[in-house]
Protein backbone atom coordinates (compact mmCIF):
# COMPACT_ATOMS: atom_id res chain seq x y z
CA UNK A 1 0.00 0.00 0.00
CA UNK A 2 2.71 2.72 0.77
CA UNK A 3 4.47 1.91 -2.45
CA UNK A 4 1.40 2.57 -4.22
CA UNK A 5 1.06 5.48 -2.62
CA UNK A 6 4.37 6.34 -3.04
CA UNK A 7 3.89 5.80 -6.29
CA UNK A 8 1.18 8.03 -7.03
CA UNK A 9 2.91 10.83 -5.08
CA UNK A 10 5.72 10.68 -7.18
CA UNK A 11 3.67 10.32 -10.23
CA UNK A 12 1.41 13.26 -9.34
CA UNK A 13 4.59 15.41 -8.07
CA UNK A 14 6.27 14.96 -11.93
CA UNK A 15 2.65 15.77 -13.70
CA UNK A 16 3.01 18.96 -11.92
CA UNK A 17 6.45 19.30 -12.77
CA UNK A 18 5.65 19.16 -16.32
CA UNK A 19 2.43 21.22 -16.30
CA UNK A 20 4.55 23.91 -14.49
CA UNK A 21 6.76 23.62 -17.22
CA UNK A 22 4.25 23.79 -19.73
CA UNK A 23 2.96 26.76 -18.20
CA UNK A 24 6.08 28.24 -17.68
CA UNK A 25 7.02 28.24 -21.61
CA UNK A 26 3.78 29.13 -22.61
CA UNK A 27 4.13 32.53 -20.71
CA UNK A 28 7.50 32.65 -21.89
CA UNK A 29 5.90 32.35 -25.58
CA UNK A 30 3.60 35.08 -24.72
CA UNK A 31 6.10 37.38 -23.27
CA UNK A 32 8.06 37.09 -26.38
CA UNK A 33 5.56 37.35 -28.85
CA UNK A 34 4.01 40.42 -26.95
CA UNK A 35 7.81 42.03 -26.94
CA UNK A 36 8.18 41.07 -30.89
CA UNK A 37 4.78 42.63 -31.78
CA UNK A 38 5.75 45.97 -29.51
CA UNK A 39 8.80 46.32 -31.55
CA UNK A 40 9.88 49.42 -32.81
CA UNK A 41 8.57 50.85 -36.37
CA UNK A 42 9.02 53.91 -38.28
CA UNK A 43 11.11 55.54 -35.50
CA UNK A 44 8.75 55.22 -33.15
CA UNK A 45 8.76 52.81 -30.06
CA UNK A 46 5.51 51.73 -28.03
CA UNK A 47 4.11 51.42 -24.73
CA UNK A 48 1.96 47.91 -25.25
CA UNK A 49 -0.56 46.97 -22.80
CA UNK A 50 -3.13 49.87 -23.09
CA UNK A 51 -5.88 49.55 -24.92
CA UNK A 52 -6.69 52.42 -27.21
CA UNK A 53 -5.55 55.47 -25.37
CA UNK A 54 -7.40 58.02 -26.62
CA UNK A 55 -6.23 61.21 -23.60
CA UNK A 56 -2.96 61.23 -21.88
CA UNK A 57 -1.85 63.68 -18.71
CA UNK A 58 1.01 63.57 -16.75
CA UNK A 59 0.30 63.84 -12.92
CA UNK A 60 2.46 66.50 -11.97
CA UNK A 61 5.61 66.07 -9.55
CA UNK A 62 5.71 62.89 -10.56
CA UNK A 63 6.76 59.72 -12.37
CA UNK A 64 3.68 58.94 -13.78
CA UNK A 65 1.59 59.56 -16.93
CA UNK A 66 -2.33 58.67 -16.70
CA UNK A 67 -4.30 57.55 -20.22
CA UNK A 68 -8.09 56.60 -20.80
CA UNK A 69 -8.90 53.70 -22.53
CA UNK A 70 -11.84 52.33 -24.34
CA UNK A 71 -13.14 48.71 -24.93
CA UNK A 72 -16.70 49.61 -26.36
CA UNK A 73 -18.92 52.39 -26.25
CA UNK A 74 -19.48 52.19 -22.36
CA UNK A 75 -16.80 50.77 -21.42
CA UNK A 76 -13.08 51.24 -20.80
CA UNK A 77 -10.20 51.71 -18.39
CA UNK A 78 -7.83 54.04 -16.77
CA UNK A 79 -4.48 53.26 -16.65
CA UNK A 80 -0.88 54.43 -15.05
CA UNK A 81 2.17 54.68 -17.16
CA UNK A 82 5.59 54.86 -15.45
CA UNK A 83 7.88 57.17 -17.32
CA UNK A 84 11.30 55.75 -16.06
CA UNK A 85 10.18 51.99 -16.21
CA UNK A 86 7.21 52.64 -18.87
CA UNK A 87 5.24 49.85 -16.61
CA UNK A 88 1.44 49.52 -17.43
CA UNK A 89 -0.91 49.36 -14.14
CA UNK A 90 -4.66 49.22 -14.51
CA UNK A 91 -6.50 51.73 -12.01
CA UNK A 92 -9.95 51.38 -12.56
CA UNK A 93 -12.17 49.61 -12.97
CA UNK A 94 -9.52 47.03 -12.13
CA UNK A 95 -7.36 47.68 -9.02
CA UNK A 96 -9.63 50.74 -7.90
CA UNK A 97 -10.07 51.67 -4.36
CA UNK A 98 -13.77 50.95 -2.73
CA UNK A 99 -15.92 54.26 -4.29
CA UNK A 100 -16.84 56.93 -1.74
CA UNK A 101 -19.42 59.73 -3.00
CA UNK A 102 -17.56 63.03 -1.74
CA UNK A 103 -21.47 64.37 -0.61
CA UNK A 104 -20.10 67.98 -0.40
CA UNK A 105 -18.71 68.39 -3.24
CA UNK A 106 -20.66 66.23 -5.45
CA UNK A 107 -24.04 65.59 -3.65
CA UNK A 108 -26.19 65.75 -6.67
CA UNK A 109 -24.46 62.79 -8.20
CA UNK A 110 -26.89 59.93 -8.17
CA UNK A 111 -25.11 56.55 -7.56
CA UNK A 112 -21.59 55.28 -7.88
CA UNK A 113 -20.97 53.34 -11.27
CA UNK A 114 -17.67 50.83 -12.52
CA UNK A 115 -18.23 50.96 -15.60
CA UNK A 116 -17.92 53.57 -18.22
CA UNK A 117 -16.20 54.53 -21.56
CA UNK A 118 -13.59 56.86 -20.49
CA UNK A 119 -13.09 59.95 -22.93
CA UNK A 120 -11.04 63.63 -21.95
CA UNK A 121 -9.41 63.74 -18.43
CA UNK A 122 -7.73 66.35 -16.51
CA UNK A 123 -6.03 67.09 -13.13
CA UNK A 124 -6.37 69.20 -10.22
CA UNK A 125 -3.85 69.02 -7.82
CA UNK A 126 -5.29 69.41 -4.42
CA UNK A 127 -1.95 68.61 -1.94
CA UNK A 128 1.45 66.65 -2.03
CA UNK A 129 0.77 63.50 -4.00
CA UNK A 130 -3.01 64.24 -3.82
CA UNK A 131 -4.82 64.68 -6.73
CA UNK A 132 -8.39 65.08 -8.71
CA UNK A 133 -8.86 63.14 -11.64
CA UNK A 134 -11.66 64.62 -14.03
CA UNK A 135 -13.02 61.66 -16.59
CA UNK A 136 -15.48 62.48 -19.39
CA UNK A 137 -17.82 59.43 -19.16
CA UNK A 138 -20.20 57.95 -21.76
CA UNK A 139 -22.49 54.99 -21.10
CA UNK A 140 -24.65 54.54 -18.58
CA UNK A 141 -24.74 58.45 -18.15
CA UNK A 142 -23.21 61.12 -19.75
CA UNK A 143 -20.95 62.87 -17.07
CA UNK A 144 -17.29 63.81 -15.95
CA UNK A 145 -16.35 61.50 -13.42
CA UNK A 146 -14.53 62.48 -10.24
CA UNK A 147 -11.60 60.44 -8.85
CA UNK A 148 -9.47 60.81 -6.19
CA UNK A 149 -5.91 60.12 -7.29
CA UNK A 150 -3.42 59.09 -4.80
CA UNK A 151 0.49 58.43 -5.08
CA UNK A 152 1.44 56.21 -1.95
CA UNK A 153 4.87 54.43 -1.82
CA UNK A 154 5.52 55.65 -5.49
CA UNK A 155 2.09 53.78 -6.49
CA UNK A 156 -0.91 55.59 -7.73
CA UNK A 157 -4.42 54.78 -6.83
CA UNK A 158 -7.68 55.66 -7.98
CA UNK A 159 -11.37 55.93 -5.81
CA UNK A 160 -14.13 57.06 -7.68
CA UNK A 161 -15.61 60.31 -5.28
CA UNK A 162 -18.67 62.07 -7.41
CA UNK A 163 -19.87 62.95 -10.04
CA UNK A 164 -21.19 65.70 -12.49
CA UNK A 165 -23.88 64.68 -14.48
CA UNK A 166 -24.58 66.46 -18.41
CA UNK A 167 -26.56 69.77 -17.88
CA UNK A 168 -30.07 69.59 -20.47
CA UNK A 169 -29.40 70.59 -23.78
CA UNK A 170 -25.69 68.36 -23.44
CA UNK A 171 -25.70 65.17 -25.50
CA UNK A 172 -21.90 64.14 -25.38
CA UNK A 173 -19.08 65.63 -23.80
CA UNK A 174 -15.54 65.55 -25.32
CA UNK A 175 -12.56 66.88 -23.38
CA UNK A 176 -12.95 68.63 -19.53
CA UNK A 177 -9.65 70.86 -18.30
CA UNK A 178 -9.95 71.68 -14.43
CA UNK A 179 -10.13 75.07 -13.16
CA UNK A 180 -9.16 76.74 -10.10
CA UNK A 181 -11.75 76.40 -7.33
CA UNK A 182 -12.79 73.60 -7.59
CA UNK A 183 -14.22 74.72 -10.95
CA UNK A 184 -14.55 72.66 -14.44
CA UNK A 185 -15.08 73.47 -17.99
CA UNK A 186 -16.03 70.80 -20.79
CA UNK A 187 -16.78 71.02 -24.34
CA UNK A 188 -20.07 70.11 -25.95
CA UNK A 189 -19.23 67.88 -29.15
CA UNK A 190 -22.73 66.56 -30.57
CA UNK A 191 -22.01 62.99 -32.04
CA UNK A 192 -22.52 61.72 -35.10
CA UNK A 193 -25.89 61.80 -36.64
CA UNK A 194 -27.11 64.71 -34.35
CA UNK A 195 -28.66 67.45 -36.19
CA UNK A 196 -26.47 69.29 -33.91
CA UNK A 197 -23.84 67.96 -35.04
CA UNK A 198 -22.11 71.21 -36.27
CA UNK A 199 -22.36 73.41 -33.65
CA UNK A 200 -21.33 73.36 -29.85
CA UNK A 201 -20.36 74.85 -27.14
CA UNK A 202 -18.37 74.92 -23.88
CA UNK A 203 -19.84 74.74 -20.38
CA UNK A 204 -18.49 75.79 -17.01
CA UNK A 205 -19.38 73.89 -13.80
CA UNK A 206 -19.06 74.87 -10.25
CA UNK A 207 -21.14 73.26 -7.07
CA UNK A 208 -22.09 76.11 -6.33
CA UNK A 209 -23.16 77.56 -9.49
CA UNK A 210 -24.12 74.21 -11.49
CA UNK A 211 -23.56 74.33 -15.39
CA UNK A 212 -23.33 77.66 -17.73
CA UNK A 213 -22.29 78.33 -21.00
CA UNK A 214 -19.04 80.44 -21.18
CA UNK A 215 -19.66 83.45 -23.43
CA UNK A 216 -18.34 83.42 -26.71
CA UNK A 217 -17.62 80.05 -26.82
CA UNK A 218 -20.49 78.03 -29.63
CA UNK A 219 -18.08 76.97 -32.27
CA UNK A 220 -18.52 74.08 -34.86
CA UNK A 221 -17.81 71.15 -33.06
CA UNK A 222 -15.75 71.95 -30.08
CA UNK A 223 -13.03 69.04 -28.98
CA UNK A 224 -9.69 69.53 -26.75
CA UNK A 225 -9.62 72.18 -24.63
CA UNK A 226 -6.73 73.61 -21.74
CA UNK A 227 -7.02 76.28 -19.25
CA UNK A 228 -4.29 78.72 -17.99
CA UNK A 229 -2.76 77.83 -15.18
CA UNK A 230 -5.30 81.13 -13.07
CA UNK A 231 -7.86 79.73 -15.35
CA UNK A 232 -8.68 83.15 -17.01
CA UNK A 233 -8.04 81.77 -20.33
CA UNK A 234 -9.09 78.80 -22.50
CA UNK A 235 -7.97 77.47 -25.30
CA UNK A 236 -10.19 75.54 -27.73
CA UNK A 237 -10.11 73.17 -30.62
CA UNK A 238 -12.94 73.14 -33.40
CA UNK A 239 -12.92 70.40 -34.65
CA UNK A 240 -15.28 70.46 -37.64
CA UNK A 241 -14.23 74.14 -37.82
CA UNK A 242 -10.43 73.51 -38.33
CA UNK A 243 -9.47 76.20 -35.90
CA UNK A 244 -8.11 76.71 -32.99
CA UNK A 245 -9.48 79.42 -30.48
CA UNK A 246 -8.17 81.58 -27.42
CA UNK A 247 -11.04 82.59 -25.17
CA UNK A 248 -11.21 84.72 -21.83
CA UNK A 249 -13.69 83.19 -19.37
CA UNK A 250 -14.60 86.77 -18.05
CA UNK A 251 -14.63 88.96 -21.91
CA UNK A 252 -15.84 87.13 -24.64
CA UNK A 253 -14.64 90.22 -27.12
CA UNK A 254 -11.40 89.17 -25.94
CA UNK A 255 -10.74 86.24 -28.48
CA UNK A 256 -8.32 85.11 -30.73
CA UNK A 257 -9.04 82.19 -33.36
CA UNK A 258 -6.79 80.60 -36.15
CA UNK A 259 -7.36 78.44 -38.80
CA UNK A 260 -5.38 75.42 -38.15
CA UNK A 261 -6.13 73.58 -41.52
CA UNK A 262 -6.51 70.56 -39.66
CA UNK A 263 -9.26 68.90 -36.98
CA UNK A 264 -7.69 69.26 -33.82
CA UNK A 265 -8.60 66.80 -31.34
CA UNK A 266 -6.91 66.68 -27.75
CA UNK A 267 -4.60 69.91 -26.61
CA UNK A 268 -1.93 69.73 -23.99
CA UNK A 269 0.31 72.11 -22.43
CA UNK A 270 4.39 71.15 -22.84
CA UNK A 271 7.03 71.61 -20.44
CA UNK A 272 7.78 74.84 -22.67
CA UNK A 273 5.05 76.55 -22.12
CA UNK A 274 3.59 76.31 -25.40
CA UNK A 275 0.25 74.00 -26.43
CA UNK A 276 0.72 70.73 -28.34
CA UNK A 277 -1.53 69.70 -30.77
CA UNK A 278 -2.62 66.09 -32.23
CA UNK A 279 -4.85 66.38 -35.57
CA UNK A 280 -6.33 64.78 -38.72
CA UNK A 281 -6.95 65.42 -42.31
CA UNK A 282 -10.66 64.13 -42.44
CA UNK A 283 -11.74 67.13 -44.81
CA UNK A 284 -14.39 68.35 -41.94
CA UNK A 285 -17.24 71.13 -42.69
CA UNK A 286 -19.33 72.32 -40.01
CA UNK A 287 -22.30 71.45 -42.39
CA UNK A 288 -20.97 68.61 -43.76
CA UNK A 289 -19.35 66.87 -40.98
CA UNK A 290 -16.03 65.00 -42.07
CA UNK A 291 -15.76 63.23 -45.18
CA UNK A 292 -13.25 61.01 -43.87
CA UNK A 293 -13.63 58.55 -41.38
CA UNK A 294 -11.55 58.69 -38.57
CA UNK A 295 -9.33 55.81 -38.85
CA UNK A 296 -9.13 56.35 -42.57
CA UNK A 297 -7.55 59.45 -41.71
CA UNK A 298 -4.24 58.54 -44.10
CA UNK A 299 -1.39 60.42 -41.06
CA UNK A 300 -1.61 62.03 -37.96
CA UNK A 301 -0.52 65.93 -37.90
CA UNK A 302 1.48 66.82 -34.60
CA UNK A 303 1.54 70.27 -34.14
CA UNK A 304 2.67 73.09 -31.50
CA UNK A 305 0.67 76.52 -31.22
CA UNK A 306 1.91 79.82 -29.40
CA UNK A 307 -0.35 80.77 -26.45
CA UNK A 308 0.19 84.24 -26.86
CA UNK A 309 -0.60 84.71 -30.77
CA UNK A 310 -1.76 80.90 -31.64
CA UNK A 311 1.10 80.44 -34.32
CA UNK A 312 1.16 76.80 -35.07
CA UNK A 313 3.63 74.56 -36.58
CA UNK A 314 4.40 70.91 -37.03
CA UNK A 315 6.61 68.84 -35.02
CA UNK A 316 6.19 65.61 -36.62
CA UNK A 317 3.76 64.03 -39.38
CA UNK A 318 2.75 60.41 -38.12
CA UNK A 319 1.48 57.73 -41.17
CA UNK A 320 -1.37 55.18 -40.15
CA UNK A 321 0.03 52.41 -38.87
CA UNK A 322 -1.65 49.02 -38.62
CA UNK A 323 -0.85 48.37 -35.14
CA UNK A 324 -0.95 52.56 -34.26
CA UNK A 325 -3.52 53.57 -37.31
CA UNK A 326 -4.66 57.03 -35.52
CA UNK A 327 -2.76 59.31 -32.84
CA UNK A 328 -5.41 61.74 -30.64
CA UNK A 329 -3.32 63.36 -28.24
CA UNK A 330 0.23 64.56 -27.63
CA UNK A 331 2.27 65.34 -24.10
CA UNK A 332 6.15 65.77 -23.85
CA UNK A 333 7.80 63.17 -21.68
CA UNK A 334 10.80 64.47 -20.58
CA UNK A 335 12.70 64.42 -23.91
CA UNK A 336 10.41 62.44 -25.48
CA UNK A 337 6.71 63.12 -27.08
CA UNK A 338 4.33 60.20 -25.90
CA UNK A 339 1.01 59.83 -28.47
CA UNK A 340 -2.13 58.16 -27.51
CA UNK A 341 -4.53 56.69 -30.07
CA UNK A 342 -7.49 54.97 -30.89
CA UNK A 343 -9.03 52.81 -33.98
CA UNK A 344 -7.86 49.62 -32.30
CA UNK A 345 -4.43 51.05 -30.73
CA UNK A 346 -3.39 48.78 -28.13
CA UNK A 347 -0.10 51.15 -27.65
CA UNK A 348 1.41 54.50 -27.08
CA UNK A 349 3.92 55.52 -29.65
CA UNK A 350 6.84 57.57 -28.70
CA UNK A 351 9.14 59.28 -30.63
CA UNK A 352 12.32 62.06 -29.55
Known sequence: ??????????????????????????????????????????????????????????????????????????????????????????????????AKLDTEMFGDCPRIINTFQPHGISIQEMGEDEYLLYVVGHGYREAIEVFSLMINDDKPSLRWVGCVEAPDGVERFNAVTALPDNKIAATHLPPPGSPNRGAGEVWEW???????????????????????????????????????????????????????????????????????LAAHDRNCTPSQGCSIGIIDSPVTHLLKANPENLNIETIRVIPSLDVFPIGTVVIDVDDEYWVGGIGGADRIAIFR
Open 1 to 98: MKAICSYAKNSYIGILKELGFFIFFLTISATNNAQENCAPTDELEFICGVNQAEDLIRIPNSNFVIASGRISDSEGQLYAIDKNTRNVTELFPLNALE
Open 206 to 276: SNRQGWKIIAGSQMAGPNGIVASSDGSTIFVAAYLGTSLTKLSRQNSSQLIQVDSTYSIDNIRWSDEGELL
